[in-house]
């Protein structure tokens, strides 16, 4: 196959079913009303009797509201109830400052609002807006929760000292501060633990003086008492046992969930999980023979965990389970060794932190104050289960403006004990619950107590369905309830006025009434006879409809112009097209609005031509145009587009500043040459050629014409023809040789008059020196230049 034709026929697939999804009201061939309005928020019901045509089904009635009016529907018979929100409960946020008077921890608000009511349209969502600001000096409980295996014998000793210190530390942040203390070991069963009489007395080896094993106890209920803390600690012993993995998660579960023993209020909740060994979990009893699952309740005794020999460890799933219900936030110190086990389950756990555990008192503190400033710099909205059918979408707006969606939503981080934080929540129904009943569901954030409660009331029926006649004898003789302008029939009737039974809707007498003409075809091939009456089928396109008594009509095969159904100006009918006004024709593509056809003078087709569907036809063959006032080869025409082209071809002209505002009423195309410009005989329409000069005496070419599409077209000459100007480089060569050559020549004149002065008077001084007599007498002054001195030492030898 043709790729071109393939991509083709998957587009139109695509859009063909896009059109189909996109009208859920249509597709879901609701019977009545509360079905309709069920199928989406954009979907209404016309209660209208008279609103169905002969051959549409009940389920006509339910479309879009839009679909809906354009078919004649009016707008107070249209059934479109909608969703709604009321605040129940709106307690401001608690603007206060540490040190100014003390709150009990029901009288701080934290989140905003409480409680609200949302009644809920399918498809509709309704939106609300929740504030959380986190208090000033909010109350704490922390729970130190330790290993006392032999292991934590040197921790221990540190955390003796805890309670005053951690008191004084936290006093910094909170004004109302309590901690409480527990303790850990093992299950008591072999193989965890050694159960012979002398190591169920002292389990540790040589003289180390242990306690008992144990699985659990609960030392020290909460309480602000710093010293007390310090006492009870300072009195508990280290344990032992076998296996390296302790039961901490057996103490962790009857810490969250035995609230009244260890003292929790509705605050604050910190569980500081103090350890050096990994954990049991759901299945490790099996290796003591113990194989009930946990029951998550809460079995302390004096104290103590009685049933860790009767219950497996919980599950991770169950534990964040509990410590989520409780607002127990989990502070893991661990030692290094076990930091990469325990950074995998803070992930599982919301709103947990793990720290370094050292053999120094100080450093426990500054791990808990920092794991604190952790947790509370994060918040985190989370829901509980919502009924069937409904979503919920978050969208949180943090500090500094930062808006973020999806499941990042749900939280802010980086918050300040006084920041105030707020998300936008949106709840949207898809349906109706079974039931149709309100529902109750809450959200709150992780580790607080403090929630909000909302009530769901779904929309499941129109207001009209509360008019309901039942056993109506427009429902033939009480076969059905009448509501909304269409029989509701009861079970085993069909048809719009439930007049047949479902047993004999297919009869050949009935079958009979729906061939028209006594024809073979069925209902036109187009629908199904249902008890006697043509119910036609629906295309999938919604738009498109069959209609008639024999479902023979429809609204989509009428003739189109211009690709579009009755040329966008009329209405299909039965395959016939009904005109708008001022629009006639088959198509209805023929205008007979004339002002299209004016030109400037006001006259039809400027007196030219005449005016057909709108559109001059021209009479004249030399005036072109949509008005008959174009005439390309009229004198003048060239001057005057002479200014546009300039400045459209080569950016001059008087015009190049307004060139793209008064000169874009044409199409320009360029040609290299005068020989590639259209020819009077090449075109199926006039052209003028024209030769225009510009400002610099540089001539440029083109042709002006308007085509067959009444297109204004401009051919020009890419390059203009300029004179040409003078050779300056042999001009300044002839004028320098020129210079050169005289001065040569004057020098050679010069010369040749000095050599002649020269020769003429040589030839005088010799004449001269041969005519000259000359005295042999001595001159008088003359003296020699010869002096002889004589030696008088000389002798003469």
């Given at each position: 196959m ?10 139109l ?9 996109g ?33 549409e ?7 879009e509201l ?14 479109n ?26 009288d701080i608000?934290q ?29 704490i ?11 934590m014998?040197d ?6 000292n ?24 093992e299950k ?16 540790c080896?040589?003289d180390q003086?242990?306690t008992?094993?144990?699985s ?11 010293k ?13 046992n ?15 969930v ?21 954990f049991?979990?759901a ?6 023979g ?25 599950s ?6 509990k ?6 936030q ?14 995998e389950l ?15 008192s ?8 920092d ?8 918040v ?11 979503t ?5 707006r ?11 939503g ?8 006084g920041?105030e ?21 809450k959200?709150?954030?992780?580790g ?8 769901l ?13 039942a ?7 009480g076969?059905g ?7 509701k ?18 009869t050949?007498?009935?079958d ?5 003409d006594?024809?073979?075809?069925i209902c036109?091939?187009?629908g199904?006879?249902v ?14 409809r069959?209609?008639g ?33 001022m629009?006639t ?6 205008s ?5 056809c ?9 007196g ?9 036809k ?27 082209v ?6 001059t ?20 040459t005068?020989?590639?410009l259209?020819?009077p005989?090449d ?8 030769k ?13 014409a ?9 051919h ?7 004179p ?7 001009i ?13 020549a ?6 040749l ?19 000259a ?8 002054i003359?003296?020699s ?8 030492k000389?002798?003469g030898?």
């Amino acid at each position: 196959m043709d790729p071109k034709l393939l991509l083709i026929s998957t587009l139109l697939g695509v859009f063909c079913n896009a059109q189909k999804e996109g009208n859920e009201c249509i597709s879901v061939n609701a019977r009545y009303c509360g079905e309709c309005i069920q199928a989406g928020a954009k979907c209404g019901w016309c209660t209208d009797p008279d609103f169905l045509r002969e051959g549409e089904t009940v389920s006509t009635r339910c479309d879009e509201l839009q679909s809906l009016r354009s078919r004649g529907c009016r707008e107070m018979l249209i059934e479109n109830p909608r969703g709604e929100k009321k605040i129940l409960k709106n307690k401001m946020v608690t603007n206060r400052r540490k040190g100014a008077g003390k709150l009990k921890p029901e009288d701080i608000t934290q989140i905003q609002p409480q409680k609200l009511s949302l009644t809920l349209r399918s498809g509709e969502p309704q939106s609300f807006h929740l504030k959380f600001k986190r208090a000033e000096d909010y109350p704490i409980d922390l729970y130190y929760l330790m290993d006392l295996s032999y292991s934590m014998k040197d921790d221990l000793e540190n955390v003796k000292n805890l309670g005053t210190s951690l008191m004084l530390e936290m006093s910094k942040i909170t004004s109302d501060f309590r901690i409480g203390f527990g303790s850990f070991v093992e299950k008591t069963v072999m193989p965890y633990i050694s159960t012979t009489p002398a190591k169920l007395l002292n389990p540790c080896t040589g003289d180390q003086n242990c306690t008992s094993p144990f699985s659990y106890k609960n030392v020290l209920k909460l309480t602000s008492d710093g010293k007390r803390f310090n006492t009870l600690v300072g009195q508990q012993h280290i344990s032992g046992n076998l296996d390296s993995p302790e039961g901490g998660f057996d103490a962790i579960m009857q810490v969250a969930v035995c609230g009244e023993q260890i003292g929790w209020r509705n605050v604050t909740r910190l569980l500081v999980f103090s350890t050096d060994a990994g954990f049991h979990f759901a299945g490790d009893g099996k290796l003591g023979g113990i194989v009930l699952p946990n029951d998550g309740k809460c079995h302390l005794e004096n104290n103590s965990y009685t049933m860790s020999h009767y219950y497996d460890y919980p599950s991770i799933a169950h534990l964040v389970q509990k410590l989520s219900d409780n607002n127990i936030q989990t502070i893991f110190a661990v030692t290094e060794e076990f930091q990469p086990v325990y950074q995998e389950l803070k992930n599982l756990i919301p709103k947990s932190a793990v720290g370094t555990l050292s053999a120094n008192s100080s450093n426990v503190i500054n791990l808990i104050i920092d794991a604190y400033n952790s947790l509370s710099s994060e918040v985190i909205l989370e829901n509980s289960k919502l009924p069937e059918g409904v979503t919920i979408a978050y969208t949180s707006r943090c500090k500094n403006g930062v808006i973020t969606e999806g499941e990042n939503g749900r939280k802010c981080s980086n918050i300040s004990i006084g920041d105030e934080v707020t998300f936008t929540i949106s709840v949207t129904s898809k349906g109706c619950p079974k039931q149709g009943k309100p529902e109750t569901i809450k959200i709150k954030p992780l580790g607080f107590t403090e929630e909000v409660e909302i009530t769901l009331n779904f929309i499941c029926e129109c207001e009209c369905h509360k008019e309901g006649v039942a056993n109506s004898i427009d429902c033939h003789f009480g076969n059905g309830t009448y509501e909304c302008g269409a029989c509701k029939c009861y079970e085993g009737r069909v048809g719009k006025q439930c007049e047949c039974s479902s047993n004999d809707v297919a009869t050949e007498d009935m079958d009979r009434t729906c061939r028209k003409d006594n024809g073979t075809d069925i209902c036109s091939n187009n629908g199904d006879c249902v008890c006697g009456t043509c119910e036609c089928k629906k295309r999938d396109n919604p738009e498109e409809r069959y209609s008639g008594q024999y479902c023979e009509c429809d609204n989509f095969n009428c003739d189109r112009s211009g690709n579009r159904l009755c040329g966008g100006h009329g209405r299909c009918e039965c395959r016939v097209c009904i005109c708008d006004n001022m629009w006639t024709g088959s198509a209805c593509d023929c205008s007979l609005d004339t002002s299209t056809c004016l030109a400037t003078n006001k006259q039809i087709c400027n007196g030219r031509g005449t005016c057909d569907c709108g559109t001059c036809k021209c009479t004249d063959p030399k005036f072109q145009g949509p008005t008959c006032e174009a005439c390309p080869t009229c004198p003048g025409v060239c001057t005057e587009h002479k200014e546009c082209v300039q400045c459209r071809a080569f950016g001059t002209g008087e015009l190049k500043e307004t060139c793209e505002r008064d000169c874009s009423y044409f199409n320009l195309i360029k040609v290299k040459t005068r020989e590639k410009l259209p020819q009077p005989n090449d075109a199926s329409f006039p052209l003028m050629h024209c030769k225009e000069r510009d400002a610099n005496d540089c001539w440029f070419y083109y042709t002006y014409a308007v085509n067959n599409n009444t297109e204004k077209e401009v051919h020009v000459v890419e390059t203009l023809d300029c004179p040409a100007g003078p050779d300056i480089i042999p001009i300044v060569a002839g004028v320098v040789a020129g210079i050169v050559l005289i001065g040569l020549a004057l020098l050679l004149i010069w010369k040749l008059l000095t050599i002649i002065h020269d020769r003429r008077e040589f030839a005088k001084f010799e004449k001269e020196k041969m005519n000259a007599k000359w005295d042999t007498g001595e001159n008088p002054i003359y003296k020699s230049a010869v002096t002889t001195v004589v030696n008088p030492k000389y002798e003469g030898k």
